[in-house]
Every structure is written in structure tokens, then in C-alpha cells.
């Protein structure tokens, strides 16, 4: 009696459908990932001028401290590498995340 043994492994084929699939799979969640965070650093940039927008207030009721240097005195920086800058009625705006008005983080609505 002749036994024909079997070989177990994969074939190129499926090895590389098995990798064209892991690529797949590892692309859209790098995509998912630059996403969130996109929206991560817009809402670290919106929590910064609010801030700033407070410190200016409060510089604008009680000194005569310039806006200048309350960016300088805070440190306060854009995380996507905007800048900040005052704008029409002290509003505190973005360069890179002012483009949308009346943008609201909710956990921050008064």
C-alpha cells in the first residue's frame, strides 16, 4: 500500500491574499485614527481660545495687559501649528480652526 503524504501550509496565492488584506484592514484604521485626531486637536484648539478669550477679559476689565502677552505669559500654542490672533469685537481666532463661526465644544456651552 503506498501512503501519499499531504503537505499543510499555504500557497503564495493565499499568503499574499492574506497580507493584501491585513493592508487593507491597517490603512483604514490609520485613516479612522488621523480622523480622530483631527478632531482632537480642533477641540484642544477651541478649549485654548476660550481660555485665552477668559484671560483677555479678565486683562481688558482689570490692567492694560496687550493680548501679546498673554499668549506669551500662557505659552498657549495650536496643536495642528496654527496661531492664534484677536479678531473683530476681541473674539480669540485660529488660523487653522476658525473657520466655522459659533463652533461649540458641548461640554463647554455655558
Same mark, same amino acid.
Request: proline share 2%; with cysteine.
Given at each position: 500500500?503506498? /501512503?501519499?503524504?499531504?503537505? !499543510?501550509?499555504? #500557497?503564495?496565492?493565499e /499568503?499574499? %491574499? /492574506?497580507? $493584501?488584506?491585513? /493592508? &487593507?484592514?491597517?490603512?483604514?484604521? =490609520? %485613516? ?5 485626531? !483631527?478632531?482632537?486637536?480642533? @477641540?484642544? *484648539?477651541?478649549?485654548?481660545?476660550? @481660555?485665552?478669550?477668559?484671560?483677555? #477679559?479678565?486683562? +481688558?476689565?482689570?490692567? #492694560?495687559? @496687550? =493680548?501679546?502677552?498673554?499668549?506669551? $505669559? #500662557?505659552?498657549?500654542? *495650536?496643536? @495642528?501649528?496654527g =496661531?492664534?490672533?484677536?479678531? +473683530?469685537? !476681541?473674539?480669540?481666532? *485660529?488660523? &487653522? !480652526? $476658525?473657520?466655522?463661526? +459659533? ?8
Amino acid at each position: 500500500m503506498i /501512503v501519499i503524504k499531504k503537505e !499543510h501550509g499555504l #500557497t503564495l496565492i493565499e /499568503v499574499l %491574499l /492574506v497580507i $493584501s488584506i491585513l /493592508v &487593507i484592514l491597517v490603512s483604514m484604521g =490609520f %485613516l479612522g485614527m488621523r480622523r480622530l485626531l !483631527h478632531e482632537a486637536e480642533k @477641540s484642544v *484648539c477651541m478649549t485654548e481660545r476660550r @481660555s485665552l478669550q477668559q484671560s483677555d #477679559t479678565l486683562a +481688558n476689565h482689570e490692567s #492694560t495687559i @496687550s =493680548f501679546e502677552e498673554i499668549l506669551i $505669559s #500662557t505659552g498657549a500654542q *495650536c496643536p @495642528s501649528g496654527g =496661531f492664534y490672533y484677536l479678531g +473683530n469685537d !476681541h473674539q480669540i481666532l *485660529c488660523s &487653522i !480652526h $476658525s473657520e466655522i463661526e +459659533n463652533e461649540e465644544v458641548p461640554y463647554l456651552k455655558r
